[in-house]
Antibody, heavy 118, light 110 residues
Framework: QLQLQESGPGLVKPSETLSLTCTVS??????????WAWIRQPPGKGLEWIGS???????YYNLSLKSRIIISVDTSKNQFSLKLSSVTATDTAMYYC??????????WGQGTLVTVSS | QSALTQPASVSGSPGQSITISCTGT?????????VFWYQQYPGKAPKLMIY???NRPSGVSNRFSGSKSGNTASLTISGLQAEDEADYYC??????????FGGGTKLTVL
């Protein structure tokens, strides 16, 4: 059974860079049929797609966040990562990693709460 | 890349049917049949309920169904049950090769 697990700091200071990693187990991140995505949800609000990556390294980013995002993949560790720079309080959210097949997120991690605060 | 438009809330009594709409544009919902619906309980990760407009993943009840007309997609839940009370989100692939979500709809089972 495929499992995804987010990891990273739960507290980030304003103007700094948020860094999260998603570890995939029970399946290979080099699957040719899937992309790997980051999705976030501010407290009490809706879902926002951040971006996704293919195992080759090709990325797709939310245009509104594109200038601040880097998504990367480490196939040797079966992991992919998110870096979001210049964070503010509005970046406080539950961050989920997910597997995508034809844009549908069929497996999700449990999520990790990241708070931006000094 | 504006969010898809969903009603903030819908409600229904047990046994009834409800429909949640999801309105996009000709660059997302209206362009592709890549429309998806997710169910989310408080404190939990979303769960895929419908993919490609009207397909159910294995294990999802056939009480859940989807449809699309033009730029608007819909999720219908028939035979409402108490366990269906949750938040529901639509999403769609876009012509920019990105994904956009709806704002979410809170379903209350009366």
């Amino acid at each position: 059974q495929l499992q995804l697990q987010e990891s990273g700091p739960g507290l980030v200071k304003p103007s700094e860079t948020l860094s999260l990693t998603c570890t995939v187990s029970g399946g290979s991140i080099t699957s040719s049929s899937h992309h790997w995505a980051w999705i976030r949800q501010p407290p009490g609000k809706g879902l926002e797609w951040i971006g996704s990556i293919y195992y080759s390294g090709k990325t797709y980013y939310n245009l509104s966040l594109k200038s601040r995002i880097i998504i990367s993949v480490d196939t040797s560790k079966n992991q992919f990562s998110l870096k979001l720079s210049s964070v503010t309080a509005t970046d406080t959210a539950m961050y989920y990693c997910a597997r995508e097949e034809s844009s549908r997120a069929d497996y999700w991690g449990q999520g990790t709460l990241v708070t931006v605060s000094s | 890349q504006s969010a898809l438009t969903q009603p903030a809330s819908v409600s229904g009594s047990p046994g009834q049917s409800i429909t949640i709409s999801c309105t996009g544009t000709s660059s997302d919902v209206g362009y592709y049949n890549y429309v998806f619906w997710y169910q989310q309980y408080p404190g939990k990760a979303p769960k895929l309920m419908i993919y490609d407009v009207n397909n159910r993943p294995s294990g999802v009840s056939n009480r859940f169904s989807g449809s699309k007309s033009g730029n608007t997609a819909s999720l219908t839940i028939s035979g409402l049950q108490a366990e269906d009370e949750a938040d529901y989100y639509c999403s769609s692939h876009t012509t920019s090769d990105t994904v956009v979500f709806g704002g979410g709809t809170k379903l209350t089972v009366l």
